[in-house]
Nanobody
Framework: QVQFVESGGGLVQPGGSLRLSCAAS????????MNWYRQAPGKERELVAT????????NYVSSVRGRFTISRDNAKNTVYLQMNSLKPEDTAVYYC??????????WGQGTQVTVSS
């Protein structure tokens, strides 16, 4: 079955950096664009970043553009999210999924990111 295992979250001070990883399985990884979402307490899950199948195109929500970088390694079936200049408002549980995965309700357990001094 389709699975996503996110890791790399933690507690970081404002201005710090984290690198999230997501290992995917159960489907042909390199045939799907991949997405990172996040969900803050009391808020709906939002799409943060998207990367194309080959990794050549990426898009970001405006609030993270210039600070976050999405990438993928198709040989390892893994997608990454490099997060720099973190702000308290980036605090959330971060999830990855494949394109259309949100509609299919395909989610991993997520990884908690907390930005606080």
């Amino acid at each position: 079955q389709v699975q996503f295992v996110e890791s790399g979250g933690g507690l970081v001070q404002p201005g710090g950096s984290l690198r999230l990883s997501c290992a995917a399985s159960g489907f042909t990884f390199n045939t799907f664009p991949m997405n990172w979402y996040r969900q803050a307490p009391g808020k709906e899950r939002e799409l943060v970043a998207t990367i194309s199948r080959g990794g050549g195109t990426a898009n970001y929500v405006s609030s993270v553009r210039g600070r976050f970088t999405i990438s993928r390694d198709n040989a390892k079936n893994t997608v990454y999210l490099q997060m720099n200049s973190l702000k308290p408002e980036d605090t959330a549980v971060y999830y990855c999924t494949r394109a259309s995965g949100a509609v299919r309700n395909e989610w991993g357990q997520g990884t908690q990111v907390t930005v606080s001094s």
